[in-house]
């Protein structure tokens, strides 16, 4: 479970502190309709240029939150890299609003 105005995300293995930027990007995965999102929609949402440099920049984040998930009790492949489109996330993302 992901609570927007505390910046918390929860699960069955306890809770971990995310970034504004990480949450946005977790919203954005919740609110795909198949989950997925494009390189560029994921820059987009990390604030950052969609270039070659700030690829890396952006796998190295993906990284650092696949770590919090599975912090927090997700299993297996949770944000898989899609191959020439971007990201898809594979786990249930109950987000709660203020």
């Not at 609110?31 to 820059?43: E, I």
């Not at 770590?67 to 489109?85: D, S």
């Amino acid at each position: 479970m992901l609570t927007l105005h505390k910046l918390d995300l929860t699960g069955p293995s306890g809770s971990v502190r995310i970034t504004a930027t990480e949450a946005t990007l977790l919203q954005a995965f919740a609110q795909s309709p198949d989950a997925r999102l494009g390189f560029d929609q994921v820059a987009q949402c990390m604030g950052v240029p969609m270039s070659e440099a700030q690829k890396s920049n952006i796998q190295v984040r993906m990284v650092r939150l696949r770590k919090k998930l599975h912090e927090v009790g997700a299993e297996g492949a949770v944000i898989e890299a899609i191959r020439n489109v971007g990201y898809q996330f594979f786990d249930e993302l109950d987000i709660r609003k203020p």
